[in-house]
T-cell receptor, first 116, second 114 residues
């Protein structure tokens, strides 16, 4: 398993500003992912954070809006840029540890973002 | 392409009653299937997973699920509900064993009545 620490746990932000969410894992992991969970909905994959290279974004998500960094195998950040109320969601970091054969994903507690 | 359908966005059971949460999947290749639970204000916790071994999978907290290929189903059950089981439950599917390809269902909110 993996222990994931995600910060901040929640925030209320003004529209037009940006928020950076941090994800720290207690062990080196091969794959790190960022998900969005809009109110009352399921999880949608935003992107895969690749160590040492640009993130891989899913359809409907772009780097200018959701820039991602992954400087090493235990840490990643997701920035929500130029926020609007529609960005109010829970953002979750997920990892797939080495040795799990990439079949299993573990999740952080999430960042509950409210944009006003 | 793969997809997951969870029948019933809200399920209520009495404490001590059987819990049955339904999940049907669509996948063009043999799937890997997962059930996650999300307690209020928390992230997701893996309950159990099916990865082409035994069709009856036992998970944590007394939950189990049975993979039925003929019905393309992976329903989650627990013989006796506890108040602490109240949470949101998500079924997810991936193909080729890739965690990157996880597709989640819309979720089922389980309420346990005293």
């Amino acid at each position: 398993s993996a222990v994931i620490s995600q910060k901040p746990s929640r925030d209320i932000c003004q529209r037009g500003t940006s928020l950076t969410i941090q994800c720290q894992v207690d062990s080196q992991v091969t794959m790190m992912f960022w998900y969005r969970q809009q109110p009352g909905q399921s999880l949608t994959l935003i992107a895969t954070a690749n160590q040492g290279s640009e993130a891989t974004y899913e359809s409907g998500f772009v780097i200018d809006k959701f820039p991602i960094s992954r400087p090493n195998l235990t840490f990643s950040t997701l920035t929500v840029s130029n926020m609007s109320p529609e960005d109010s969601s829970i953002y979750l970091c997920s990892v797939s540890p080495r040795g799990a054969g990439n079949t299993e994903a573990f999740f952080g507690q999430g960042t509950r973002l409210t944009v006003v | 392409a793969q997809s997951v359908t969870q029948l019933g966005s809200h399920v209520s059971v009495s404490e001590g009653a059987l819990v049955l949460l339904r999940c049907n999947y669509s996948s063009s290749v043999p799937p890997y299937l997962f059930w996650y639970v999300q307690y209020p204000n928390q992230g997701l916790q893996l309950l159990l997973k099916y990865t082409s071994a035994a069709t009856l999978v036992k998970g944590i907290n007394g939950f189990e699920a049975e993979f039925k290929k003929s019905e393309t189903s992976f329903h989650l059950t627990k013989p006796s509900a506890h108040m602490s089981d109240a949470a949101e439950y998500f079924c997810a599917v991936s193909h080729s064993g890739s965690a990157r390809q996880l597709t989640f269902g819309s979720g089922t909110q389980l309420t346990v009545l005293p």
